[in-house]
DNA sequence: TGGTGTGAATCCTTTCACAGCC
DNA sequence: GGCTGTGAAAGGATTCACACCA
């Protein structure tokens, strides 16, 4: 077991989620067919995926829901608790902060930091807002290995490397910058800029002159 | 000009950032070897994802940095201002609406929209909170093409298909589901928890034993 | 009949290696 | 010598097609 393609183990995600659906929907059991075709996949994809991690299916019954959301979130690591810290309460922590589908996915917010001292002490939910220096004693009291970094793009590399000394391992960053980190460190980056550039890229193609107001009228009442 | 990996484009977006903090530092060229490294990739692969797209080097030189920044905007699609929508001020929504690395990139947040009509018409930066009902006048008239959805799960298909309606094509979607939609409308989507898995997966690679507070001393002052 | 699991075939992406240019 | 652009080779990922099972 260890040559599963990327974007295999990213799919493993959206089956998952898909597979909580139809729970919530009572199905008892699905083919590959049906899940794959809810999430726009073949059959066959689905079904080479899932036999990455193991034998989850029953020939003629197809997998069981039930079953097979266990077995996911086992593979994912969600089958417990990770406790995480963010640091960075700026306008995109704080909303990261009061956001409510952490925890029902399997993730803790525990501890949120921030450099900018008008900040600290400051209350969001039932968390409130420490100085960067307490991190290294409330990530190791805690066995916190996850953080999320959402700073400015100048501290980010600053963070990371703050934040590995004091042991975490893997982290999700939002900032727009090039990490770098030693190889045992995992680092999620995430970056909004580069996802409407996508699109952009993907509606210049069409038709260039969508971009700015042209003339081609359309439902202007 | 029109089999270019998925991959490339996605990379293009990079070499851009890094070609900005390079022009910032003053250099004139870079060779592929340069920007590579930075971001990590070899020098054939910067070298090939560019010829996709045509021919910006220059034998014995390397790539001029303005020219190829200027390239890659256009190229993307960057080299102009796409106003851009926001629908959902929730938390999240509100972050993004005060994100000000927008413009920026190319983009401008011209308008916001909430179905909650206790939200209609508070006020953010410069923008105010509008009803859902002004959507179609709106993107009519300022010929918007492009959206970013912020709302919950069970309401984002709805929202997309009121969308495109309204004629949006392109949105990026932050909220965790499944969206369907017609070929030409495209779809680009960032799921928090899909990420957070994502790490929590590899993390438990290594040592699932991580995820939990067990002994495992360490750094504890 | 309806379904999984899987080797083999296909397709796509990355890397290699080198001709050609400055 | 240093560098790009690119065909060819290698490496990965997806799809096909079928044996096998309930």
Redesign the pocket.
């Known amino acids: 077991m260890q040559?599963?393609?990327?974007?295999?183990v990213y799919r493993i995600s959206f089956y998952l989620r898909q597979l909580e659906t139809f729970q919530r929907a009572e199905h008892e059991t699905?083919?590959?067919?049906?899940l794959g075709k809810a999430l726009g996949?073949?059959?066959?994809?689905v079904?080479?995926?899932?036999?990455y991690f193991g034998?989850?299916?029953?020939?003629?019954?197809?997998?069981r829901v039930d079953e097979l959301i266990g077995r996911l979130k086992k593979i994912l690591g969600t089958d417990r608790v990770w406790p995480v810290i963010l640091v960075g309460a700026g306008n995109l922590g704080r909303a990261l902060m009061s956001y409510k589908g952490f925890l029902r996915k399997g993730f803790q917010l525990s501890a949120v930091f921030d450099a900018d001292a008008a900040k600290i002490g400051r209350r969001f939910g039932d968390l409130e807002i420490e100085p960067m220096e307490n991190l290294p004693r409330i990530v190791g009291q805690l066995q916190i290995r996850m953080a999320i970094i959402a700073v400015t793009p100048e501290a980010a590399q600053g963070v990371l490397d703050f934040l590995i000394e004091a042991g975490i391992r893997g982290v999700l960053n939002f900032s727009p910058a090039n990490l770098k980190s030693p190889s045992d460190i995992f680092v999620q980056s995430v970056d909004l800029a580069v996802q409407l550039e996508q699109l952009s890229f993907r509606m210049s193609l069409g038709d260039p002159s969508d971009a700015l107001p042209q003339d081609e009228s359309r439902s202007v009442r």
Chains 1, 2 share one sequence.
């Open positions: 040559d599963i393609p990327g974007p295999a699905i083919s590959s067919k049906q996949y073949t059959d066959a994809q079904r080479k995926d899932l036999t034998q989850f299916g029953h020939p003629g019954v197809g997998y």
